[in-house]
């Protein structure tokens, strides 16, 4: 089994910058994959980013520019650094790792962006 628990969520006005953590509790250089998914009220849980076991990286169009995801192997945790926040972008943020067939979900963090 694995943990995955996300941190970094809040309140932010627009233009403002949010920094989401996802620690894993074993280490992810086995992992697949590594990614943040969001859930605004309404809607489909989403596809922000992903990050490779290689390093590559892809981007939703509507966050290209301006979210950034990166790991640090050492300390078991990917991050999604959030810059030019809108209120768009409010939803739950949700970590996600793929370890071979099988799908690993945090609990989810609130970021919520006021105009």
């Known amino acids: 089994q694995v943990q995955l628990v996300e941190s970094g969520g809040g309140l932010v006005q627009a233009g403002g910058s949010l920094r989401l953590s996802c620690a894993a509790s074993?280490?992810?250089?086995?992992?697949?994959?590594m990614a943040w998914f969001r859930q605004a009220p309404g809607k489909q849980r989403e596809l922000v980013a992903r990050?490779?076991?290689?390093?590559?990286?892809n981007y939703a169009d509507s966050v290209k520019g301006r979210f950034t995801i990166s790991r640090d192997n050492a300390k078991n945790t990917v991050y999604l650094q959030m810059n030019s926040l809108k209120p768009d972008d409010t939803a739950v943020y949700y970590c996600?790792?793929?370890?071979?067939?099988?799908?690993?979900w945090g609990q989810g963090t609130q970021v919520s962006v006021s105009s």
């Open positions: 996600n790792a793929i370890i071979g067939a099988t799908n690993y």
């Open positions: 074993r280490s992810i250089l086995s992992y697949n994959a």
């Open positions: 990050i490779t076991n290689g390093g590559r990286t």
